[in-house]
DNA sequence: GGACGGTGAAACTTCAGGTTGCCTC
DNA sequence: GAAGTTTCACCGTCC
């Protein structure tokens, strides 16, 4: 069914939505950057007279602990049970609008993708206004699968019997594109990623650290059986990418094989041989392209059968910490590199040079003079000599740099609100880069400790300690405490109550004035027992007071 | 006449998202 | 490529 809308010009999903809630139902509207998400909910917002939701307005609002903008923008839509709902939002925001929206209290969503995917939260009527979106090649169609998932938000299973999802053209000849593309078209197939190198390091690894497979042979026969050697049944170049990733782990000292023992006599079957002299690598399996005819392919087969791979003790325990094999080398030869007088934002740097840090927090034009400021200052200290300015990955350094620069302003308890306001980085982004962050920590904490470099694990502990709260160093005594976070420390800090000692001996008048009576009157009987007993108890993911004391 | 506010055109800027991963109680 | 935001020029109103 096509809608023919003559109502305002280049206002039609407003008239839809109006039309909609007029009809007491509920509506999703899918678009394609986050602005547009926000912009839309507030000229809905604006449309709406006589409805005020003033409760779960104030939870929106109040969901961090210095409102931002975009709080504040959320708290005027969701006054007229309207919300707006993209990455950027952090969980808490996310999961009060996504259930009342399942309770009725809100009546419309302006998503971005966010929403399509996974997750039960159907409507009466799903617009999806924009079906293109920029991509590498400009603006292009969304994929028709994705259009699937949206429109299939529409209808209420058990609840109601119909369900609407309207797609928005502007021209005739658009109105044809969409019918064709997207209502009559076919979805998209879908493809195993397997095959990909930072997939396969990582599976190859927790294969053989598994002790699921032991060979190359075994690689290969697990491999054949997947999705993957399904669709394309090329193993031939599957094996070479095989070999590649043996090679490399076998070089980070993650597995170890027994090659070195292996015969090169072609009648030998035993492994182990006395005039075995020749190392054989993987990499040379690349070379049997060439030798194909007489004896020595089958030489060469021979012997790369009999190679054992196992995992060593810190490849095993790269592969438990779901590390990228690729990361885990990385960071263990960045922080060799590393000593006192490295900075932080090195560090910082290193760590958002990771593969798991992307999508990085993109530089924009207005970032460019604080970023090269930085690079005057840090690049001479960084743990990775940067690329040229002319490489290709010249523009994804300068965004590690900028991902660097945030944690490190984190660090320096910089307010959310000033992040958004000041480098575009919004709240919800911010949660996801610390979370990221904390778990590459620990890991190259537990790395270092394995490795024998434990004289870093200090500064590592300290810097992780430092990201959780968003504080300067000299906070951190006062964080040992129970309820005392990045605000209320740095409030005692700036009265001159500085660690345990000073909370101790301070007046519990003077420090009920300062953080109310009942925490004053907690902290106090908290230093008044063992430190050591302070952790029990304390949030999730911190860290023990005895590491940092 | 100057300050101020409103308006509209032009110039400028930016552009989705996800899961799981580790620890511990 | 498109949409949102910012900037700037212009005009009308008010004191």
Known sequence: MIININERDGEESIDIVLDTIQHKKQCLVFLNTKKSAEKLAEDIADNIKDISKKDIAEKALNALQSPTKQCNRLHKCMLKGVAFHHSGLVEEQRKLIEENFRSGEISVICSTPTLSYGMDLPAFRVIIRDLKRYGKRGMDYIPVLEYMQMAGRAGRPGKETKGEAICIAKTEAEKDKIIDKFILGKPE???????????????????????????????????????????????????????????????YKFVASNKSNVSDCTDCSKISCENSDDLFTSADVLKTDT??????????????????????????????????????????EGIAKSDSNTPLFSH????????????????????????????????????????????????EYLDSCKTAFFFHTWINETKEDKMLDEYGIEPGLIRVKLEIIDWLLYSLIDLCNISQIKDKVNILNKLRLRLKYGVKEELLPLLKLKSIGRIRARKLFDNGIKDLGDVKMADLSNLSTLLGHSIAADIKKQVDQEIKEIPKGTRKGQLSIEKFS
């Open 189 to 251: 197939e879908i493809y195993s990623k397997l095959a990909v190198e930072p997939v396969l390091r990582m599976y190859v690894l927790s294969l053989i650290s598994g002790d699921i497979a032991r060979t190359r042979e075994d690689l290969l026969v697990f491999f054949g059986k997947t999705f993957w050697g399904h669709q394309f049944g090329d193993i031939d170049s599957l094996s070479r990418i095989i070999d590649k990733m043996l090679n490399l782990l076998e070089e």
């Open 291 to 332: 030798l194909k005819n007489g004896n020595l392919k089958n030489t060469e087969d021979k012997k790369i059968k009999q190679i054992k791979y196992t995992a060593t003790l810190i490849g095993r325990r790269v592969s438990q910490l779901y590390l990228d094999p690729l990361t885990a080398n990385k960071l263990l």
């Open 348 to 395: 910082l740097q290193m760590f958002s040079s990771t593969l798991e840090m992307r999508p990085l927090l993109r530089m924009r034009k207005s970032d460019e003079e604080f970023i090269q400021g930085l690079l005057i200052k840090y690049e001479d200290a960084l743990l990775e000599d940067p690329p040229k300015v002319y490489d290709y990955e010249y523009d």
